[in-house]
């Protein structure tokens, strides 16, 4: 069976400083991971997708995540944040071993990007 | 333009009143889900379609009905079996319904009870 755990809750960061978002997953196969961004009442958006090509995938909006299989971690990483980032963010896991293609994503509880002026 | 529209974006619900919330895409996608997300939560599968004329219960069937008569089209019922309905519901299509597809999100639709 595959989870994904996502480790903060809330993270609150200024404006300009680097963002990390942190995501643990486990997966008995080779799994896809996405990250989605959700602004308020609106529906998810992709931000970036790896699928066992390069372990550093680069999304839209500056953002990118580092796929690291020892420590089964997908964190979500940016530079230097801006206030529209705030918003949150879900770490989905997909795997072979969910028993189908269809109905194989899980989802984390997600993360609330708080970015302060 | 492509993409997932849902109606109403906003829905409200008697007590034993069944509704229906609609999700449309142009994305000549074959499967489609439904989802709900409560407050603090991920989001939880309600059924899925990989095809037209069939369709899957999710982690969270109870209460909910679906139908899939056209590729294009998915609507959900929310029944009056679901006691708990309040929740913002998100609909979303991919190309095949394979392991590791990306899914597409519509802008989602939040029911209420009055």
């Known amino acids: 069976a595959q989870s994904v755990t996502q480790l903060d809750s809330h993270v609150s960061v200024s404006e300009g400083t680097p963002v990390l978002l942190r995501c643990n997953y486990s997966s008995s196969y080779s799994p896809s991971l996405f990250w989605y961004v959700q602004h308020p009442n609106k529906g998810l958006q992709l931000l970036l997708k790896y699928t066992s090509a390069a372990t550093l995938v680069k999304g839209i909006n500056g953002f990118e995540a580092e796929f690291k299989k020892s420590e089964t971690s997908f964190h979500l990483t940016k530079p230097s944040a801006h206030m529209s980032d705030a918003a949150e963010y879900f770490c989905v896991v997909s795997d072979l071993g969910s028993g189908g293609g269809a109905d194989g994503l899980t989802f984390g509880k997600g993360t609330h990007l708080i970015i302060q002026p | 333009d492509g993409g997932i529209t849902q109606s109403p974006k906003y829905l409200f619900r008697k007590e034993g009143q069944n509704v229906t919330l609609s999700c449309e895409q142009n994305l000549n996608h074959d499967a489609m889900y439904w989802y709900r997300q409560d407050p603090g939560q991920g989001l939880r599968l309600i059924y899925y379609s990989q095809i037209v004329n069939d369709f899957q219960k999710g982690d969270i069937a109870e209460g909910y009905s679906v139908s899939r008569e056209k590729k294009e089209s998915f609507p959900l019922t929310v029944t009056s079996a679901q006691k708990n309905p309040t929740a913002f519901y998100l609909c979303?299509?991919?190309?095949?319904?394979?392991?590791?597809?990306?899914?597409?999100f519509g802008p989602g639709t939040r029911l209420l009870v009055l």
């Open positions: 979303a299509s991919s190309i095949g319904g394979q392991v590791g597809e990306t899914q597409y």
